[in-house]
């Protein structure tokens, strides 16, 4: 029985900022964000979406009645979490009506919580073919107005069915992980920006790729000949690339040019949205399967996955015959052309709105919200969702 992804989608809030304005505004040279970076836009998340809302949003783009009734495991992915106790998960299963025999959790490990949710959603459903299971990876990462991660800011969230039979991509089995204790990124209850030693953030993403992909080549016996193209975690995009970098001339000529060619597509996406953490390797996903026309039924993918603190992961799957049929390519670009630029002031005073943290109550304004599932406010400490169709 082959097992992986039946659907995938992402979604993104209505606003952005050009990194090159941005750029300015921190008197820095715009090339540095722009092609050091690899970030054009950035995608900014109003007060009336967070995480719960994306992820909500995300998976309203793939769902169909059929899905509703058979999802029986709701996987929430991310790091930047509403609630210390109660999961993402459950908000989202309410709002988006699933059926009620199911099991809801939220999954932490920095950027790699939504890969944990695919490895899990894929015991499950060997154990229970007939169910699909919903993954989310969902997130705002903020790191702060004027420090060295603003660039690499973003919000979004992508949403996958995990199910047998899959119409866009099988997973294979042989994966390969590491975890180790390091401090290159954290974020403390008391903290709504995150802590990072970025130089030393980006040095072990690389170990860990390197650590992971030798580890995989034992166990599988495949090399780098043998793959399409890979997909990384994108914390921004110029990332991805350095990793490749470092493994690229084990593959012939022909390989280096195509696994070189589709990493522009793959990055396309995250570079006019920005980090979204949990979700970054799926859109990354997302954007190659949409934007590569090397691809085709057969070809091999290879994911790599990383969460500081952290966790690496290398997985691969292969693509289904006619793929393409399933994907959301159209509404995709809808929603990248219906966003609007906001100015490096508007952006710097929706960074600084928070939700009151003291019991006390209050309405959003949502009127230029155009998503269908918003955060309309907050009364006795409990955020109010509202699901425009219900
Ligand atoms: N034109 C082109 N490139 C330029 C440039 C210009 N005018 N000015 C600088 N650059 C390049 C630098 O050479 C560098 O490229 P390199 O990394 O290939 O050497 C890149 O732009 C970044 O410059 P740098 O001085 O290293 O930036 P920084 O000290 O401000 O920090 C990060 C960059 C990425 C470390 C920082 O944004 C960060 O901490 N981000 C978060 C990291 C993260 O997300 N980690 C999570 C786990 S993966």
Redesign the pocket.
């Known amino acids: 029985m082959k097992i992986g992804i039946d659907k995938i989608g992402f979604f993104a809030p209505h606003m952005y900022v050009d990194m090159n304005k941005l750029a300015v505004a921190r008197n820095v ?1 715009p ?2 964000f722009t ?3 690899g970030q054009e836009k950035m995608a900014i998340a109003p007060i009336t979406q967070d995480p719960v809302t994306l992820a909500a949003n995300a998976a309203l783009m793939i769902l169909d009645e059929t899905d509703r009734g058979k999802i029986d495991f709701v996987i929430f992915g991310t790091e930047s979490g509403i609630d210390n106790s109660k999961s993402g998960a459950v908000y989202v299963h309410h709002l988006l009506g699933l059926n009620p025999n199911a099991r809801s959790i939220e999954v932490k490990q920095a ?1 790699y919580g939504a890969t944990a949710g695919i490895q899990m959603a894929k015991g499950h459903i060997a154990l229970n073919p007939e169910s699909r299971v919903l993954v989310l990876g969902s997130d705002i990462a903020r ?1 702060g107005l004027n420090t ?2 603003e ?2 800011q973003g919000a979004g969230a992508v949403a996958m069915v995990i199910s047998a039979e899959p119409k866009i991509m099988a997973l294979e089995n042989k994966s390969a992980y590491l975890t180790a204790d390091i401090m ?2 954290w974020r403390p209850v008391y903290s709504d920006t995150a802590f ?1 030693d ?2 030393f ?2 040095e072990q ?1 690389i170990h860990f790729f390197t650590t992971v992909w030798e580890q995989y080549k034992n166990k599988s016996g495949l090399e780098l000949n043998n793959f399409e193209a890979i997909c990384f ?1 994108l ?2 995009t ?2 991805g690339l ?1 990793a490749l970098r470092t493994v690229i001339e084990e593959a012939d000529e022909a390989t280096q040019e195509k696994l070189l060619a589709n990493y522009q597509s793959s990055t396309t996406y995250n570079r006019n949205i920005g ?1 979204i953490y949990t979700g970054s390797l799926y859109l990354s996903l997302v954007s190659l399967l949409e934007q590569s026309e090397q691809l085709k039924e057969g070809s091999r993918i290879g994911l790599y996955s ?1 969460g ?1 603190g952290a966790v690496g992961e290398f997985f691969t799957g292969i693509l289904q015959p006619n793929y393409r049929d399933y994907l959301q390519t159209k509404s995709h670009a809808e929603l990248f052309a219906s966003r609007t630029e906001i100015s490096i002031e508007e952006y710097e005073e929706v960074f600084q709105q928070t939700i009151p943290v003291d019991g006390s109550t209050a309405t959003f304004d949502a009127t230029k919200d155009p998503a269908t599932i918003y955060l309309a406010g907050m009364k006795d400490n409990m955020r109010q969702y509202v699901n425009k169709t219900h």
Request: aromatic letters at 18%.
């Open positions: 040279e090339e540095k092609i050091g970076i950027c790191y060295s991660g660039s690499t290159d990124f990072v970025g130089k953030s980006n993403y975690h914390p921004y110029k990332m350095k980090n990383y500081s």
